[in-house]
């Protein structure tokens, strides 16, 4: 496995954030919020300066993660005017992705819809009708524009998003017809959301080549309080699962980037500290 981390989640200051990366000894860089914009939205002066930073301290670039796609909903159709605004940024940043050598772009999904399919009479009572065949239309262009670009999309199992398990997210896939060039975006406490274990629900769903890169951090659900608590690592719902995927991947020969989401702050704001806290436990079990 390969170490990253989301770089705004120690600082939206690029070069303070590679300083932290080697300090730590944190290799992949992820690329989502850099100085005031997201990615997709630098000039071309700005991606160029972006490429030569990370470079110059030995930083690749394992994934550009724009919010594609999301805040989408089932009326949205393709060639519509948010549409249309999203398509654009995805070819905005596959530009990026070949200037600073990215193999990866993130896409999300529209929001989601809570029950999708249903069996004896939750099909006329309670599934959000077309809602999961009004979004495959509204992927499937961008499953081209990576394949024209020679580059892999990886969509996030994102908490509000249609996709937001591994079972959803292989069914994507499979639908679209897109292995080749789509893959999973496993986040593991996002999906906790949705009552999908870590272990063996989602990992045996999405070992057999349909996990592209993975991001990591621990959490406490409380969907019936629609809260969410982000914990230390160690300290939340997935930390007895952790050392077993951390196991299991390595058991697999899983070579793709494992990236920290570091989205915990001690109750201050200071999301560095965070980092700097539960960076080590992160580097312990993954590295």
Not at 236 to 255: T, V
Request: proline content about 5%; overall charge negative; aromatic content about 8%.
């Amino acid at each position: 496995m390969k170490l990253g981390v989301i770089c705004d989640g120690i600082s939206r200051d690029l070069a303070h954030t590679v300083e932290v990366m080697d300090e730590f000894g944190i290799e992949y860089a992820e690329l989502q919020f850099i100085w005031d914009a997201e990615v997709g939205d630098h000039t071309p002066a700005q991606v160029r300066e972006i490429d030569t930073l990370l470079r110059a301290h030995g930083h690749p670039v394992c994934c550009l993660s724009r919010h594609i796609f999301a805040g989408m909903t089932k009326e949205n159709v393709p060639g519509d005017a948010l549409h249309q605004s999203h398509m654009d940024a995805l070819k905005r940043v596959v530009e990026m992705a070949h200037v600073v050598g990215s193999p990866l772009v993130r896409i999300m999904t529209p929001k989601k819809e809570q029950i999708l399919w249903g069996l004896n009479g939750a099909e006329t009572w309670n599934v959000a009708h077309g809602a999961w065949d009004a979004m495959l239309p509204l992927i499937a262009p961008a499953v081209e524009v990576a394949r024209d670009a020679g580059l892999t999309l990886v969509v996030e199992t994102g908490n509000g998003t249609m996709v937001n398990s591994n079972w959803t997210a292989r069914k994507l896939i499979d639908d679209l017809g897109a292995k080749d060039v789509l893959q999973i975006l496993w986040d593991p406490a996002n999906n906790l959301w949705c009552h999908e274990p870590c272990l063996p629900d989602g990992y045996e769903t999405a070992r057999d080549g349909y996990i592209g890169h993975i991001h990591i951090k621990d959490v406490k659900v409380d969907t019936p309080k629609a809260t969410l608590e982000v914990r230390p690592m160690g300290q939340g719902q997935l930390s007895d699962q952790y050392p077993k995927l951390a196991k299991a991947l390595r058991d697999d020969g899983y070579d793709g980037v494992v990236s920290f989401e570091s989205v915990y702050h001690p109750g201050n704001g200071d999301f560095e500290a965070g980092f700097r806290q539960n960076v080590g436990l992160f580097k312990g079990l993954f590295g």
